[in-house]
């Protein structure tokens, strides 16, 4: 079997590696939207290392986004809490939104939908933060980032 430019296989590499700064992981994009070479066009995301405030019984995560390139858009993006053994965690009364540098909230994600019922066309950068927001302790469950449309892979960081 011959692989390569001309070949009609498409080979992508999707790479994970936690870091002490944060995770970081390749999304590929379809090849059918590769800007060039017919074959898959690697994009960059990557989060920070998670953070927890608390009051009360309400838990905030905030989720720094340190790389996005590509054109990567929140409605790219789905997201699943699983606990360490992969078993998916239920998201009743929960909030996913992100947030730019001021603080205000710049997309919505609907956890019954999958989806994000507001912003999902914006493009994710450096100047955003993932906030989930439960009533539930999540240490030690993992977020689970998956990509749609044009991106496709999955990123996994341990929530603190």
Same mark, same amino acid.
């Given at each position: 079997m011959r692989l390569g430019p001309g070949s009609g296989v498409v080979i992508v590499v999707v790479i994970f590696a936690a870091t002490g700064i944060g995770l970081y992981a390749m999304l590929a994009l379809n090849p059918q939207q590769a800007p060039c070479c017919g074959g898959a066009t690697p994009v960059p995301f990557a989060f920070g290392a998670p953070t927890e405030q608390v009051s009360g019984t309400t838990h905030w995560y905030n989720f720094s986004v340190q790389a996005s390139s590509g054109g990567l858009r929140l409605n790219d993006l789905s997201f699943q809490v699983q606990t360490p053994s992969g078993s998916v965690v239920a998201t009743t009364g929960w909030h996913l939104y992100a947030v730019n540098l001021t603080?205000? $909230? $710049?997309? $919505?994600?609907?956890?019954?939908?999958?989806?994000?019922?507001?912003?999902?066309?914006?493009?994710?950068?450096?100047?955003? #933060? !993932?906030?989930?927001?439960? #009533?539930?302790?999540?240490?030690?469950?993992?977020?689970? $980032? !998956?990509g749609g449309g044009g991106f496709q892979g999955t990123v996994s960081t341990t929530i603190p």
């Open positions: 603080e205000a $909230v $710049v997309g $919505v994600y609907t956890w019954s939908s999958g989806s994000w019922s507001s912003g999902g066309s914006t493009l994710l950068s450096t100047q955003e #933060t !993932i906030v989930l927001e439960t #009533t539930t302790s999540l240490s030690g469950d993992h977020l689970v $980032v !998956i």
